[in-house]
């Protein structure tokens, strides 16, 4: 396995929020909080309260929000920097410690009032509970793990690439950094890599000549291999693909498909752009158009370690309504139901 990624610094693309910018942001969060205290972040009373709170956001930062919904860009992410985050408890080591919304209110509900620009929030019942917000921080004896909870070098992957309803954007707030400042997330974006691949790679791509794995979050330790059908890795515009894959679980079907899947990889590899993530960092991906995957680094479970929070967007809530089980998390879709409509949804 690789052991580290090269990337360029993303740090000065951020968009900086003043002091004021965030104590506003932080205001208006903290006025939700206290109107909806016993309220579940799945209650849509609260995420329609988020989405009219949105409206403390600076109106540059909603620009750029709007513009990257709607037209992305060539790196398939963007970092908004300064954000308040709150008292914060220790990082959670064990799942069991992970705290209520209600404890890290000001983090949780600035990250859903910037992705509420971007779409609705959803998450996944196969995964950490259906947590709408959940947390990334490294778990003991989960230290290898191709998971967001282990501390091994994490290959790049689209987010639930295998799923049918994968989410569209993704964000990671920044709660503590990794305080060996080695834990870089780093993102490739197919509008970077595009112009680099040759046309037959490109052709290659584009057929339906690759399965994924699902992820072990989703199907935890059962012995049952689940791949999607064969899909695309590349789809939809031509000069404006979306991207698919999971350098740890695409396998190519045919020896076209192997060969085209290691292209892209070199290629994806030769254009990272990475950062290490300090508090109050957000990272914005937009899962169409971008991998990620993050460095290797080493924690010490001692409350202080490395600890970001990740939220999922759709673009759209009505496909999927008739797949939502409790609030806006998305039914189990492993083992009994496997990705059937993958295709459909690719
Ligand atoms: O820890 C990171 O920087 C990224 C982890 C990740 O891939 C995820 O949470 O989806
Ligand atoms: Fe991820």
């Known amino acids: ?10 740090r000065p693309s951020g968009i900086v929020l003043s002091e004021t910018e965030s104590d506003i942001i932080e205001a208006a969060a903290l006025k939700v909080a206290a109107q909806y205290a016993d309220y579940s972040l799945h209650s849509t009373d609260l ?3 988020v989405e009219l709170a949105a409206a403390a956001l600076p109106s540059r930062v909603r620009r750029a929000l709007i513009s990257f919904r709607d037209e992305s860009n060539a790196g398939g992410t963007l970092l908004l920097r300064g954000l308040p985050l709150g008292s914060l408890p220790a990082t959670p080591a064990r799942v069991e410690d992970e705290p209520a919304w209600t404890d890290v209110p000001v983090a949780t509900l600035g990250q859903l009032m910037v992705m ?3 779409g609705r929030s959803i998450s ?12 990334v921080s490294p778990k003991r004896g989960a230290e290898n793990r191709q ?6 070098l994490l290959e790049l992957h689209t987010e639930d690439g295998f799923h049918p309803a994968a989410p569209h954007f993704l964000s990671l707030i920044c709660l503590r950094g990794d305080r060996d400042g080695r834990a870089a997330t780093v993102t490739g974006g197919i509008g970077d890599v595009l112009p680099h691949l040759a046309e037959e790679t490109v052709a290659a791509l584009r057929r339906p000549e690759f399965r994924t794995r699902f992820s072990t979050s989703f199907v935890h330790d059962t012995d049952e291999e689940v791949l999607t059908p064969p899909v695309p890795v590349l789809s939809g515009p031509e000069a404006n693909p ?6 740890h679980g695409t396998i190519g079907t045919t020896p076209a498909a192997r060969a085209a899947l290691a292209e892209l990889e070199d290629a994806v590899l030769g254009s990272l752009r990475g950062i290490v993530l300090r508090p109050g960092e957000l990272v914005i991906l937009d899962n169409r158009r971008t991998v990620h995957g993050r460095t290797g680094f080493t924690p010490r479970y001692d409350g202080a370690d490395r600890w ?3 939220s999922f967007a759709l673009a759209d809530l009505r496909p999927v309504l008739d797949d939502l089980g409790e609030g806006r998390s998305h039914n189990a879709i492993t083992a009994r139901r496997p990705a059937r409509g993958l295709a459909a949804a690719a």
Do not use: P
């Open 1 to 10: 396995m690789r052991k580290e990624f090269a990337y360029a610094d993303a």
């Open 308 to 310: 970001l929070r990740r």
């Open 116 to 118: 509420s620009v971007l």
């Open 242 to 247: 979306d991207l698919r894959v999971d350098f």
């Open 47 to 49: 995420l329609h309260a």
């Open 124 to 135: 996944y019942s196969d995964e950490k509970s259906g947590n709408l917000v959940q947390d």
């Open 147 to 152: 998971e967001n909870s282990g501390s091994i």
